[in-house]
């Protein structure tokens, strides 16, 4: 079987050192060169900036990693060089996952605050001073939450570590049926990735047990998550409308340069969202949902991984090109002048 995983490792290191370059780079030019960006919506572009090195380097010590066998869904970390750390590394796994809610969240919540500037400016005074405690708790509280929830309901136990150390088949004897156990998983496991998945630091989603019934601390990690997710999303697109409608009506009261940069923040926005979610979350769903279904599968899915590593970098190059400011730093044509 193809070893995808190492293309994965390939990615993320591609990733920490791109999203290192040009975040660094962004936090240079917003606090030395650009002069129309200020206040708190400065400050939230070097949070963000942060959170993106912070992220991409997380990741060569998670190395989150996902393989989905029938209607059994694997979260699992790579690392090889931190010996003896199973449970440190599952740790690094939930907090890899966090750190994704929490970038999401911060775009909800620039939502928030672009659409408050343009409809009642004095309302975003509430996110100066000790204001700032709220914009920053906010998409921390999600991720601790989301952190914490994938600790709890992931957490292997017997049945899920069974369910993988054993294709159940069954053999009709006269009268009776015998369960036969056959190691297949447990080999392919350690045949593709070299790991024995007992020692591995792992969250292990089985959403149903023996006699079909539902396994519900598996089901609330896919509940809450959902939730915790769509309720970004909700506020993102929300706001998201408003501000359309509401750009029509109040720029007329701004300048023409304040204008322009209201809106190339509004797409910068837009962009920054639908990266993520084009990335990450629409391919997570058939991963995510697929152990809620019979299939039978045996797949190496954490190409996902690799796709969200380079995320940090792409969102930082989106930011710069569609907003003047640093276009102009960088001597790239406006081709944008509305």
């Not at 936090?27 to 200020?38: A, E, M, P, S, V």
């Not at 572009?45 to 066998?69: C, D, M, Q």
């Not at 620039?110 to 975003?124: A, D, E, G, K, W």
Request: proline share 4%; glycine share 6%.
């Amino acid at each position: 079987m193809t070893r995808f995983f190492v293309l994965s490792d390939t990615f993320t290191k591609l990733g920490v050192f791109t999203a290192s370059f040009s975040n660094f780079f962004l936090i240079y030019l917003t606090i030395f060169h650009i002069k129309q960006i200020g206040g708190t919506f400065k400050y939230m572009v070097l949070v963000l900036a942060l959170t993106g090195i912070a992220f991409s380097s997380w990741e060569l010590i998670a190395r989150p990693f996902t393989h989905n066998y029938n209607r059994a869904f694997i979260l699992f970390s790579l690392n090889t060089w931190i010996l003896d750390s199973e449970g440190f590394l599952q740790v690094a796994v939930a907090i890899y996952a966090g750190f994704y809610l929490f970038i999401l969240a911060f775009f909800a919540e620039q939502f928030v605050f672009r659409y408050l500037s343009l409809v009642n400016p004095l309302m975003t005074k509430a996110f100066g001073g000790f204001g700032v405690v709220g914009w920053i708790g906010y998409p921390f509280l999600c991720g601790v939450i989301y952190c914490l929830l994938l600790l709890w309901s992931g957490d292997p136990d017997q049945f899920s570590d069974d369910y993988l150390r054993f294709v159940i088949e069954s053999e009709h004897f006269i009268g009776c049926v015998s369960p036969i156990y056959s190691t297949f998983f447990r080999e392919t496991f350690a045949d593709i990735y070299g790991m024995n998945i007992e020692t591995t630091a792992r969250f292990i989603f089985t959403p149903y047990a023996a006699d079909d019934s539902f396994r519900w601390r598996n089901l609330s990690f896919m509940m809450g998550g959902g939730f915790l997710l769509t309720s970004q999303y909700f506020i993102i697109m929300y706001c998201g409308v408003r501000m359309h409608l509401a750009m029509r009506k109040e720029l007329g009261n701004f300048s023409v340069p304040n204008r322009r940069l209201q809106k190339q923040f509004f797409r910068a926005l837009i962009v920054q969202t639908l990266v993520p979610t084009c990335l990450f979350v629409l391919p997570a769903l058939p991963i995510l949902l697929g152990p809620l279904f019979d299939f039978e599968w045996n797949v190496q899915t954490g190409g996902i991984m690799a796709l969200l590593s380079i995320y940090p970098p792409i969102d930082t190059f989106v930011f710069i090109m569609i907003v003047s400011e640093y276009r102009r730093e960088l001597r790239v044509p406006d081709i944008c002048q509305t």
